[in-house]
């Protein structure tokens, strides 16, 4: 079983390759296990010590469908003792006034349930006016902007999982 546990849910496959491109830059899937979140189950999260949650902002600052589906039945997870990490796709410039919700939804949610964040990301280099995402002045996890900086994906992808790498011990 690998060490990893990245949780995600995708509405138009972006959330999925970008999973995937984690997973890669990981190491594979000796590593890091993709769990799409339309089939995972609950207990799911019982198997890791480290997970990655990957959600994109919906509409107006919504969790994505999957993600919006299972919210209530985190509540039964215990996620104590668990680092957890956030990455999602959003659009800081048409949905300035709520990128990245998603993610600070779900980081909310799952700290309430005993879960360590990890994979804080700076704010800098984006331009938003808010977001749920933001704590003490950083990005609960990973924020990507696939329609407006897609070029810089690769290289925030690779600067954050070798934080993780540090951050879960690895």
Request: proline letters at 2%; charged letters at 25%.
């Amino acid at each position: 079983m690998s060490q990893i546990g990245l949780f995600y849910g995708t509405q138009t496959g972006n959330t999925q390759t970008i999973a995937e491109t984690i997973q890669k830059e990981f190491g594979g899937d000796s590593v890091v296990t993709l769990h799409d979140i339309a089939d995972a189950d609950m207990g799911d999260f019982d198997s890791y010590q480290c997970i990655i949650i990957g959600c994109p902002t919906w509409n107006v600052g919504e969790l994505q469908a999957d993600w919006e589906g299972v919210y209530d039945e985190l509540d039964t997870v215990d996620f104590s003792g668990k680092k957890v990490a956030y990455f999602g796709p959003g659009d800081q410039v048409g949905y300035a006034d709520n990128f990245q919700d998603a993610i600070g939804i779900l980081e909310e949610k799952i700290s309430e349930r005993g879960g360590t964040t990890v994979g804080h990301w700076p704010t800098e280099g984006y331009e938003f006016n808010e977001s749920k995402a933001v704590k003490n002045g950083k990005f609960v996890g990973l924020a990507l902007d696939e329609d407006n900086q897609s070029e810089l994906t690769d290289q925030r992808i690779k600067t954050w999982v070798s934080q993780l790498k540090s951050e879960f011990g690895l």
